[in-house]
C-alpha cells in the first residue's frame, strides 16, 4: 500500500460529512439504535452483523474504526473487540469444534498458550506446539482434524519469523484456516492477508491505539469469516468494544504512520549500538543484517517496529537487576507499543529468580519508543556498567 492510500485511509475514509461540519468524528455513547418504521426495525433485527441495533452487535465509532483497519489490512471486513486476548480467542474459537485440533509456533503470546494448552482441551480441542521457523514441521504435525494453524511472526519474546506465503499455499490446499497475530508488524509493515493468510488479528492495545490508553483487539480477514465470528463468537462472548474506546483508537490511529517511522529508526539505532556492545551476546531484531532469518524477514516486512530482546553476557541476577534498576528513561513493565520505552527482563517471570533457566537470564526485552534514539543509548550505556 502507498503513502497516499494510508493518508487517506487514516485521514479521510467515511468521514467526509460529519455532523457540524466537525473535523473530529463523534463518539456515539448509545446502547440501542432506534428506527422510523415497522420495516427497517425488522431489518435490522434480522440482520444485525450489517446494522447498527444494539451496541453490542455494532456501533457506528466502533465501525468507523473496522473500515480504516480493514482498509489498511486489505481485509474485506474488521471486528473491533475489547482486547487482542478477545481477538485471538473468538477468532480461534469460530473455526474449531470438539474432536478438532490445531497446529501453533511455539513461544507465541502467553494468553493464546494459555487458551490452546488449558481452556479448549476441556472442549475436546487439542493443539501441537512446533518450531515455526521449520515450515515442514508445520505440515508434519497436521493431521486429517487439523483445523487452524496460529502463527505469530515474529513471536514476541524469542522473535522467530514464518514463512507466510508458503503455509498459506500448503494451508489453502487442506482446507486449513491460517491465522497470525500480526501485532508486532502493524499493517504498515506487513499485510498477512496479501500472502494468502486466512486472518490477521492485532492487539490494538499495542501500536495501533499507541499512547498506552485504551485495550482493544481487532480481528481482519473476509467477509465471511468476520460475519461468521461475529455471529457465532462475538455476540455471544459479549467482548464489546466500547465507543470511546474507538473513537480513541480512530485518533492513535492518526499518527501511526509516523509513530511506526520513528520506532523503526529508534530500534534500528538501539539495536545497532547494543551488537557492538561487549557485554552483549546477541541482538535479536529482525531488521539488522544478522538476524538469522534475515532475507525471509526482507520478504515479509517494510519496516521493523520498537520491540526486540537482547542477550547480555551475564548470568548474575544481581546484576540484571541492578541494570535494569539504573535505567532512567526506560521504564520497568509488560506490553509495549506506546510512545514510552520498556525494559522486560525475562528473569522477572520467576518468582524465585533461581528458577529462571541460566541461558535465560541475560535474555532482555526492550521496546524502543518515542524518544530520541541518542538519549535512550546513553541510558542503556550507562546502565550497562553494572554488568561485569
Ligand atoms: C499484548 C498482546 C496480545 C494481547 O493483547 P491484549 O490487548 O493485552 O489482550 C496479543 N498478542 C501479542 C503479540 C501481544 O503483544
Sequence with gaps: MDRKDISYILHHMHEEDLPGNAVSPPIFQTSIFCFPSFAEFRDALNDEVNHC?????????????????????????????????????NAIMAFVKSGDHIVCVENCYSWAEILLTKYLPRFGVTTTFVDGTDTDAIFAAVTDKTKIIYLESPTSFTFKLQDLPAIAKEAK????????????????????????????LHSATKYLGGNSDILAGVITGSKADIDLIQKQEFMQMGTVPDPFMAWLLIRGMRTLPIRMKAHFEGAMKTAA????????????????DSFKQIALSRMLFTGGSGLFSFQLKCKKIDQIEKFVNSLMLFKRSVSWGGYESLIFPNAVKY??????????????????????????IKDLDDALKYID
Excluded at 502493524?186 to 490477521?200: A, E, K, Q, R, V
Design 53 to 89: 441495533l444494539y451496541t453490542r452487535g455494532n456501533n457506528p465509532t466502533v465501525m468507523l474504526a473496522e473500515q480504516k483497519i480493514a482498509a489498511l489490512e486489505g481485509a474485506g471486513r474488521a471486528k473491533l473487540v475489547s482486547s487482542g486476548s478477545a481477538a485471538i480467542s
Design 173 to 200: 490446499k487442506r482446507n486449513i484456516k491460517t491465522i497470525i497475530d500480526n501485532t508486532w508488524a502493524t499493517p504498515i509493515f506487513c499485510n498477512p492477508l496479501s500472502m494468502g493468510i486466512d486472518i490477521s
Design 273 to 288: 549500538y547494543l551488537e557492538t556492545h561487549s557485554k552483549v551476546e546477541s541482538v535479536l531484531y529482525p531488521m539488522l
Design 351 to 376: 518468582p524465585n529468580p533461581a528458577d529462571c533457566p541460566a541461558d535465560r537470564i541475560g535474555l532482555v526485552r526492550l521496546h524502543i519508543g518515542l524518544e530520541d534514539p541518542e538519549d535512550l
